[in-house]
């Protein structure tokens, strides 16, 4: 009789070296998108703070609370942008250490936060379809009763 409860084998890690070459390019690519994500992060923070000198030093009445709305706004939209950047960044790490030690725990920490990414823009990408029909929902109710006078 068979032992059901047996241990399964341990899986041999092992990737062909065809596969090596897509994977540094890969990691290159990575790279340079979350050094640009991180440049856009550091232009958005200047325009917080163009934001927040126009907004205090503003003559116009009711001016200054616009620019600070704004600049609250662009604030949340870095922070929401940090987080897939940062996951790019650390998948093209790991991988560009994995693809020079060869050690396993970089690679999976690796793939774990490309599926971080992969996860967090896909959650994104439903918060913004439901926000867009949201917005078709409350817009196409208010044009037919603008339009309709």
């Not at 704004?70 to 998948?91: H, S, W």
């Not at 725990?105 to 599926?115: C, E, P, Q, S």
């Not at 439901?130 to 603008?146: A, E, K, N, S």
Request: proline share 3%; with cysteine.
């Amino acid at each position: 009789m068979e032992n059901i409860f047996k241990k399964e084998e341990e899986t041999v890690f092992n990737l062909t070296d065809e596969i090596r070459p897509y994977l540094q390019e890969t990691a290159r690519w990575c790279r340079f998108l979350a050094i640009m994500g991180f440049i856009c992060m550091g232009l958005v923070v200047l325009g917080v703070a163009a934001f927040l000198l126009f907004g205090i030093y503003s003559k116009l009445p009711g001016n200054s609370m616009g620019m600070i709305g704004m600049a609250v706004v662009y604030v949340v939209v870095a922070v929401i942008y940090l987080f897939p950047t940062l996951y790019l960044f650390q998948f093209s790490n790991k991988i560009k250490h994995w693809l020079l030690t060869k050690d396993e725990n970089a690679f999976v920490t690796g793939f774990a936060n490309l599926k971080s990414f992969f996860r967090f823009i896909g959650i994104l990408t439903i918060i913004a379809i439901c926000f867009y029909g949201l917005m078709l929902l409350v817009m196409i109710p208010t044009m037919m009763v603008l339009f309709n006078r």
